[in-house]
C-alpha cells in the first residue's frame, strides 16, 4: 500500500480548485460506495485527516470548504489548532493518546477516537472537568488482531464500555479501527465486518448515555470498501490532500512499510 516505487493515484493540492477537485472526487465515491450497498450516502461523513500538511495549505483547504480535520498526533495537532485559531476548525485527534498528553487534548479537541483504556479516559476526564468541556470519543478496537496495533481486543470492548459510565464528560458515540494493511480486500474488508457486528452485538445493552453510532473506519486506500460494510465515518487524508513523504510506521508501530 505504500511501497514507494508504487505510484500513488493521490494528486497534491495546492490551491482552493484543487482541494474542490480532490474533496468533490471523494464525496462522489462516497456517494457511489454507499449507493452500491443501498446506503444513504448521507449517513456517511468525512472526516479529513490533514497530518503532515502545513498550516498554509490547511488554510487553503479550509477555503476550500473543509470545518473539521482529523491529526494523528497531539502536538501537531495542538500546534495547528493554536496558529489556525481564526478558522474556527474542529480537531479530531484520531491517534494513540499517552495519559501525560490528556491534558491537551482536553483543552483543544472536539473529538477523540482512539481511546483504548480506563487509565487514559479516568485521565481524559478529570482534565475535561477541569477546563468544563465535554469530549465526544470512539473506542478503538484492533480488529486485525495483528498484536502490535493499538485497540482493544473485540471481546474486551463490552466490559470496558460498562466501565466508562463514571466518566461523564467523555459522550461515547461509537468504535473505531484500522483495518490490517494488507492488499488483501477481503482480509481488510474482514476487519470493517468485525467492527460493525462488534457493534450490532453490544448496540442494545450499553449502559445509559453510552451510543454507539459511530463507526469510523476506512481511510484514503480502502474506504470505499469500509463504506460497503457499514463505516458512518471515513478518515481520508492523502486523497484530498496527495501523498504523504512520511511513512506509516511513524503513526503506527511496525506497519508493513517499515519492514
Ligand atoms: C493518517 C491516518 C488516516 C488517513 O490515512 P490516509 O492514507 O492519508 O487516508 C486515517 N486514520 C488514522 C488513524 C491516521 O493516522
Redesign the pocket.
Known sequence: MSTPEVPTPYVTATTVSDFQANISAVRERIAAAARSVDRDPAEVSLLP?S?TVSEERIRTAVAAGLTRL?E?KVQEAERKATNLADLGVEWVV??HLQRNKAKDVARFATEF??LDSLRLAETLDRRLQLEGRGLDVLVQVNTSAEPQKYGLAPEEVADFLNKLTPYQSLRVKGLMT?AEFTSDTERVRECFITLRTLRDQLRDNVPAGIELSELSMG???DYELAIQEGATIV?????I?GP?STPDSF??PDSPSSS
Open positions: 485527516v497530518k482529523g494523528n484520531i491517534g477516537q482512539a484500522l481511510m484514503s486506500g478518515r481520508v487524508g492523502q486523497a490532500f504523504r503513526y503506527w
